[in-house]
């Protein structure tokens, strides 16, 4: 993500925030209930071109700052992302001492000239922060000129610091119009529709002030010159004072439009918008507004304050389920309430040790019927919770680089299953095992490092459901299958190494059907997704085949599959150069599936992943070892037929 435009925002923000200093907050706050929690949870916002629970939106906005989706007060109270977020809304003097900003790298403190923590890692409040802000503005807009791939990791931690540090500062800030009071001083008929001495909140100027103007606009003739003069006067003095709290209130769009035929939703700071450019006022987006204002005057009193968060939830849900927009955020909440892929995480880390020991007690007959179970459990978790994902976003099982290590995962693990299924070597059981406890990590590590909604809108050539339906689909399979076959591989090259069941030629022959099995099922796939993916992009770009990288990454898989296919078919290769050739394909499905995007050219290149280089780079060091490792053993076996063949000359 590009910090330009957050820089740009901040600096904005903060001139604002400048002029007009933040209210004073209490210091205390009673805990916030369970239902009030559950209210908001399920409140529809629009964030990154999508509807989504206020749930959603905190858990996401609270990884990026923290780095995690809960948080430990000084005082021991553990907070999750929608309590905290409530926090940040209505007791920001407190959220402001919560120390929740990771920062991996002192020095990026150092920089900004406020105090170290010890640890190298280390996680900051806000009130720590303050005083640098400045200092890490300027660092920010000097860092920003220079290009991503050339900052060093200070450059680069100040850049993402400074974006954590604007969005928390909207969020602290975000209530602030909902203090602020509003008049109009003087005889003109503007200022006669304000007759209070006391100002009013800004749901109900706006909405006498526009129809003050829509009556105006509709009789234009019956005020002279001067009247309007006046007039005019009054209400642009108006507009510099609503303009300034309204600024502030942009960060959470949670106000549906009452044009059916809009899509944007509105933020407080848009319904203002809205209603001086409709002039006649916009009555739903008001009310909502003004059940909003409500809130931070009665945060102290949990009965008034749910009452008003109530009134706020129902008038949101009926409109944005009047427009067809609300029916799948329950479900969203419940997926990540169930918290169905984390859970099968670890309970493949479980199956992987009662793998484990079947190994150890090979005559046990319970360990050996439950080990299979056990995989078994997890893998249903994660079909439900790319099920839950397809139905959420209306979407087939892969949209995003995200839903792409679930789904191969999961294809892996099945298609291994299948394999133990037939073959019963125990083998492609401890296979599906490790293979979803490395999948499940690797899905974890990837969503805590993004930090972002793994679930957002799609980039326009992704927009169609029947690509990534067949398509993309289709080629994920065949990534799935390359990725096992070479797992497989290891299991032979290793077991060669070490002599394991060395008089047992059965288990050699079998793990070598399995790897040429599955080589042979990926290509098959390989060769129909890209395929698929060239007609996809003759519709999208108006060409069949254009070199892109990514495109040359489907070619290699499918034409080094080949390669090994037919060079066992010519006997130019036995069992070990087969297992070899398939860490090999690995190899490459990796440099397709991950290494294409890290070189930011292309059509393709909107998959780009930071920081994800080193890790393929130590991935294919390991691959080449393991390869290497074959060699040796190849070396070993003709030492070994040399020195039987001179015995037996001798």
Not at 253 to 272: G, T
């Amino acid at each position: 993500m590009s910090a330009s435009p957050f820089i740009r925002k901040s600096l904005v923000l903060l001139l604002a925030l400048g002029l007009f200093p933040s209210l004073s907050f209490g210091a205390e706050r009673e805990p916030w209930s369970k239902e009030i929690v559950n209210l908001f949870a399920t409140l529809p916002v629009q964030d990154g071109g999508r509807i989504k629970p206020l749930d959603t939106y905190a858990q996401f906005t609270m990884l990026q700052l923290n780095g995690k989706r809960s948080f430990t007060t000084e005082d021991g109270e553990r907070l999750k992302p929608v309590p905290w977020l409530l926090d940040a809304l209505f007791y920001p003097e407190i959220a402001s001492t919560y120390q929740h900003f990771i920062v991996d790298n002192y020095d990026v403190i150092s920089a900004m000239g406020v105090e170290i923590h010890d640890k190298r890692r280390s996680r900051y409040s806000y009130d720590e922060l303050k005083p640098g802000v400045d200092t890490l503005m300027n660092l920010a807009r000097e860092y920003n000129e220079i290009d991503a791939k050339k900052r060093d990791l200070v450059q680069q931690g100040v850049l993402d610091l400074t974006n954590n540090v604007f969005l928390f500062t909207q969020l602290i800030h975000f209530m602030d119009f909902a203090e602020a009071r509003f008049t109009v001083k003087g005889d003109t008929v503007l200022g006669q529709a304000f007759p209070e001495e006391e100002g009013l909140p800004m749901s109900v100027t706006l909405e006498r002030a526009m129809k003050v103007l829509g009556s105006l606009r509709g009789n234009p003739d019956n005020l002279g010159d001067d009247a309007v003069n006046a007039v005019v006067a009054d209400f642009s003095q108006l507009l510099e004072d609503l303009e300034a709290p309204a600024m502030r209130a942009q960060a959470i769009a949670l106000f549906p439009p009452s044009d059916p035929e809009a899509k944007e939703w509105q933020s407080p700071a848009d319904v203002m918008a809205s209603a001086i450019a409709e002039v006649h006022g916009t009555p739903v987006s008001l009310s909502m507004l003004g059940a909003l204002e409500k809130l931070p005057a009665v945060k102290d009193d949990r009965a008034a304050f749910t009452e008003a968060a109530k009134q706020l939830e129902s008038e949101t849900v009926a409109l944005a389920t009047e427009r067809g927009e609300y029916s799948k955020v329950p479900l969203e909440v419940h997926y990540y309430k169930g918290k169905y892929i984390f859970y099968s995480q670890w309970l493949y880390v479980l199956s992987f040790l009662v793998v484990a020991i079947s190994w150890l007690i090979p005559r046990s007959k319970w360990i050996h019927y439950a080990a299979p179970a056990t995989v078994l459990f997890p893998t249903l978790l994660l079909i439900i919770g790319i099920t839950l994902r397809c139905i959420i976003r209306d979407r087939p099982p892969i949209s995003t680089l995200y839903e792409t290590i679930l789904f191969i995962t999961a294809t892996a693990v099945l298609v291994s299953l299948f394999i133990e299924y037939v073959n019963r070597q125990r083998v492609a059981v401890a296979m599906a095992s490790f293979l979803g406890m490395a999948g499940m990590f690797l899905a974890y590590r990837y969503e805590m490092k993004e930090g972002v909604d793994t679930m957002p809108s799609l980039v326009a050539v992704l927009d169609t459901n029947f690509w990534l339906a067949t398509h993309v689909t289709i080629i994920n399979i065949g990534y799935a299958a390359g990725m096992l076959s070479g797992a497989i591989a290891h299991v032979y090259i290793v077991s060669r190494l070490l002599n394991f069941k060395k008089d047992n030629k059965e288990y050699y022959r079998s793990l070598n059907r399995m790897v040429y099995g599955v080589l042979a099922f990926g290509l098959v796939f390989s060769t129909v997704g890209t395929i698929l993916g060239g007609i996809w992009a003759n519709d999208s770009w108006g060409r069949f085949w254009g070199w892109d990288p990514k495109e040359n990454g489907a070619l290699m898989i499918v034409l080094w599959s080949l390669v090994i296919l037919h060079a066992k078919m010519g006997r130019y290769i036995k069992e070990l150069g087969i297992s070899q050739g398939a860490i090999i394909l690995a190899m490459i499905v990796a440099f397709s599936w991950w290494g294409v995007n890290q070189l930011g050219v292309g059509l393709h290149s909107y998959g780009f992943t930071s920081g994800i280089m080193n890790a393929l780079v130590v991935y294919w060091v390991f691959e080449l070892l393991v390869i290497g490792l074959g060699a040796v053993v190849w070396l070993r076996d003709r030492n070994d037929a040399a020195a039987s063949k001179t015995a037996t000359a001798s």
